[in-house]
Nanobody, 121 residues
Framework: EVQVVESGGGLVQPGGSLRLTCEASGFSITKYGMSWVRQAPGKGLEWVACVNGEGTVTNSADAVKGRFTISRTDALNTLYLQMDNLKPEDTAVYYC??????????????WGQGTQVTVSS
């Protein structure tokens, strides 16, 4: 059974850091693109970052570029999102998503339950 489970969210002050973790099971993250997507209160889904199946290509949204870093540990089949210099506008539920294909940014077919990130003083 394909599953992705996020963890690591929480409350952090502006300028702080968090690292989100996505544990994948039922498939290998080296065969599929993986993404982080977020949804702020009252807003739609916003793509945040992705990595391709080979692990050779990453990309991130302009809103987080230079502050957020997507990475993975293949041996653990785990994806990460390191978030630095957090801003109140980063407050959202963050989802890990598996792509149907190997490329970065391909449409997603499996999602986790999400983890809440709140940036507030």
């Amino acid at each position: 059974e394909v599953q992705v489970v996020e963890s690591g969210g929480g409350l952090v002050q502006p300028g702080g850091s968090l690292r989100l973790t996505c544990e994948a099971s039922g498939f290998s993250i080296t065969k599929y693109g993986m993404s982080w997507v977020r949804q702020a209160p009252g807003k739609g889904l916003e793509w945040v970052a992705c990595v391709n199946g080979e692990g050779t290509v990453t990309n991130s949204a302009d809103a987080v570029k230079g502050r957020f870093t997507i990475s993975r540990t293949d041996a653990l089949n785990t994806l990460y999102l390191q978030m630095d210099n957090l801003k109140p506008e980063d407050t959202a539920v963050y989802y890990c998503a598996k792509s149907w294909g190997v490329v970065c940014g391909a449409s997603s077919d499996y999602w986790g339950q999400g983890t809440q990130v709140t940036v507030s003083s």
